[in-house]
């Protein structure tokens, strides 16, 4: 009885051994799999893979908490952000605590208007030159100084030239002979030594020699230069002042390169200036110069001002305006590109509540609006603001930026209907559903991008057409009649 007993006993006890061993061995299975491999965390449905911080998001946490890079919480990776995918995933909530504003790409008038800064100068193709005609000595100079502004036939000097006395002499002499002929080479003469009409006249009239000749300024303006002293000895040719008119100025303005190529020649343009408080002055650009300032990128754009009494004076300040050449263009807040350097991105608001980069060709730029050349179409959604925390997500995900080619074009949605009613700016159309709008079939008006694309059609045709979302409302920009219709 007693070894009977002993064995049942023993048998117990190697079971309760087995089941001791076997619950230490799965606890150890599961403490393993704990520490090596966390169970993922579900958050609104959504699977949570780990927490990163998004400033420095390769490097993961197992828990939710506050970031030890920088002063902000850790957000989740979720699972369904798989790389490879259609856009990267972002909580709404997260979006919404960022202030995320999500803005339609839409066409609308870009105001062209261009303004620069710049300074008034000279106008240096109104320059006379005053020069000595025949060698000679200054014999008397009037008060004059370089920067004097004076009026046409200013006395400069009275210069003594004895060449022309003897010739003046000789004239004299031969008209007293009466022979015309010799009378009139010997005038000749005169002119060809450099003599004025002028002086020639008073000769004839006077019957005596001026061997001495006041120099004067053929044109009114500010004298540049002045090369006269008293007691001088001139050489034939010798410049003796520089005078610039001041009947039109230049204003040379500043204008980014990226910009002077929207500027033409004959163009109109209107400076404000800080010493004229509330008046405009009108001009033309009379030349864009070829030279690119290296320090600033800026191309001089020059414009002709008229100047009525002399008021703009060289190294005035001015703002200039080059008018408004308003056109229609398609349109995105400026806040919603990034620029990396190396292109130009903005992030598409996809259906689903994803987002993708995509490559954008950036025109001019108004009023806060940025002009899009290529890369988006009216009506695609894009993020004006946050942009960067979905930039950071979509690089983390291995998202890439969709390329200028794959974007849609002008007239991306595309249908078939029957025209109703048209007109030379709209159609009315009963159109077969819009799929990608998720819009049923029914009949509703369009606008027409161009006057010209209703033109050969009626009421009765089937046509097919392509639309965008424009800001004043669906407007078509393609437009067929149906094959065999």
């Not at 909530?93 to 803005?103: E, H, N, P, T």
């Not at 079939?441 to 027409?448: I, K, P, Q």
């Amino acid at each position: 009885m007693t070894a009977h007993f002993s064995g049942r006993a023993r048998l117990g006890v190697a079971a309760a051994i087995i089941a001791l061993v076997a619950g230490a061995a799965g606890y150890g299975i599961a403490s393993f799999a704990q520490r090596g491999a966390p169970p993922a965390a579900a958050e609104n449905g959504r699977r949570i893979l780990y927490w990163y911080d998004p400033m420095v998001p390769s490097q993961h946490f197992d828990k939710p908490g506050k970031s030890p890079f920088m002063d902000m919480a850790l957000v989740p990776k979720y699972a369904d952000e798989a790389p490879g995918a259609a856009g990267a995933t972002i909580d709404p909530a997260r979006l919404q605590r960022l202030g995320a504003r999500i803005v339609a790409a839409e066409r609308g008038t870009l105001d062209g208007a261009l303004t620069a800064a710049g300074t008034i100068d000279f106008n240096e193709r109104d320059v006379a030159v005053v020069q000595a005609r025949s060698g000679g000595f200054v014999t008397r100079v009037y008060a004059r100084a370089p920067g004097d502004v004076i009026g046409a036939g200013a006395r400069l000097a009275d210069l003594l030239v004895p060449e022309w006395g003897g010739a003046q002499r000789e004239y004299l002499a031969v008209r007293r002979t009466g022979d015309a002929a010799l009378a009139r080479a010997a005038r000749q003469r005169l002119v060809l030594l450099g003599m004025p009409a002028a002086t020639i006249a008073a000769v004839e009239a006077g019957g005596r020699p001026r061997d001495t000749l006041t120099v004067s300024t053929p044109t009114g303006g500010m004298i540049k230069t002045l090369a006269v002293r008293a007691g001088m000895t001139l050489a034939a040719g010798q410049t003796l002042a520089e005078i610039n008119g001041t009947g039109t100025v230049w204003l040379n303005a500043a204008v980014p390169e990226a910009l002077a190529m929207q500027l033409r020649p004959g163009q109109s343009a209107g400076a404000t200036l800080t010493a004229f408080p509330g008046e405009r002055f009108a001009g033309r650009v009379a030349a864009i110069l070829p030279n690119v300032q290296p320090d600033t990128r800026t191309l001089t754009v020059r414009i002709e001002l008229p100047n009525r009494g002399g008021r703009l004076r060289p190294g005035m300040f001015a703002r200039v305006d080059f008018g408004a050449n308003a056109r229609e263009a398609l349109l995105v807040p400026t806040e919603a590109v990034i620029r990396t350097g190396r292109c130009n991105l903005v992030m598409l608001a996809l259906p689903g509540g994803r987002y993708q980069p995509a490559e954008v060709r950036v025109g001019a730029e108004s009023g806060g609006r940025s002009e899009i050349l290529a890369g988006l179409a009216a009506g695609e959604k894009v993020v004006a603001s946050g942009q960067f925390l979905i930039d950071s997500e979509a690089s983390l995900a291995a998202i890439p930026a969709r390329p200028i080619a794959a974007a849609k074009p002008a007239g991306a949605y595309e249908t078939v209907g029957r025209i109703d009613r048209i007109t030379k700016d709209a159609i009315t159309l009963s159109h077969q559903p819009v799929p990608a709008l998720s819009w049923p079939a029914m009949t509703m008006t369009f606008r027409v991008g161009t006057p010209a694309l209703a033109r050969g059609f009626k009421v009765g045709d089937r046509v097919r057409f392509g639309f965008d979302q424009a800001r004043e409302g669906p407007t078509i920009r393609t437009i067929a009649r149906e094959a065999g219709r």
